[in-house]
């Protein structure tokens, strides 16, 4: 029996064994299973696959996609680029643990913003900057989007939110939440934004998807926005992670 699994801090508000678990029925996939890990520190992660050797493959979420770095042997030109890992393949190599390190985040994002983009979609707004909005630079980059960081604490190059006002939010087209907030079960959060200055020109992107519609997305919609939540996201990149596992 294969083992994949999780990891991360909390994951209540993940879909993905679900996910997996329903792929393998679906499939007739009867060696494999999909397993949550919720480590409350990244350190653990080395006791967690010397007590599961059956470990193939894990999925890395918040906090733990730039930290993970530290664990692994070798990674794949777009984890490489992004600095930041969501997907580990686990092998043998010489009777040695050997793990390699990728990014499907931007590959998922990427597949699930493109039909979304108008001619007016050329300047992105996003809020937050860990792991996640690493992958969403990534494809911004590759699509020739500019974009600016939104954070809470003043850095150079970036935004507070204190600093978004209407001129902002009105030459930004694009808004992406890369933060928790909203996420099940704090589902009454959203990013500090002046969401009154949005139009139906703008694009509204959550990479949250537990709860399908969060305030985010509400509070956009209600402006007249397209909005999106990140399911597909999350589906697109786990099949690239399948994949990898598999091949």
Not at 130 to 143: H, P, R, T, W
Not at 211 to 220: C, K, S
């Amino acid at each position: 029996m294969k083992l994949f699994g999780l990891i991360g801090f909390p994951l209540t508000h993940s879909f993905s064994k679900k996910y997996f678990s329903e792929k393998f029925a679906r499939e007739g996939i009867v060696d494999c299973a999909y397993e949550l890990y919720p480590i409350e520190r990244i350190a653990q992660l080395e006791t967690l696959l010397t007590d599961h050797s059956q470990i193939a493959g894990l999925n890395v979420t918040i906090p733990y996609k730039i930290a993970v770095l530290d664990f692994v042997d070798e990674l794949d030109a777009a984890a490489a680029y992004i600095g930041a890992v969501n997907t580990l393949h686990i092998s043998d190599l010489d009777g040695k643990r050997f793990i390699k390190g990728y990014n499907t985040d931007a590959f998922g994002f990427e597949a699930s913003l493109k039909p979304l983009l108008g001619s007016q979609h050329k300047q992105a707004l996003i809020f937050g900057d860990g792991g996640a909005a690493k992958a969403v630079k990534y494809v911004l980059e590759q699509l020739n989007i500019a974009y600016t960081s939104v954070l809470r604490r003043p850095q150079a190059g970036c935004l507070t939110y204190g600093d978004l006002d209407e001129s902002i939010i009105t030459s930004s087209k694009i808004l992406i939440n890369t933060t928790p907030l909203g996420t099940y079960p704090d589902v009454e959060s959203c990013p500090d934004i002046p969401y009154q200055f949005i139009t139906s020109e703008h694009l509204a992107y959550d990479l949250v998807y537990n709860p399908e519609v969060t305030e985010f997305l509400q509070r956009a919609k209600a402006q007249g926005a397209k909005t999106k939540n990140g399911l597909d996201m999350l589906h697109l990149q786990a099949e690239r992670a399948w994949t990898i596992w598999t091949a």
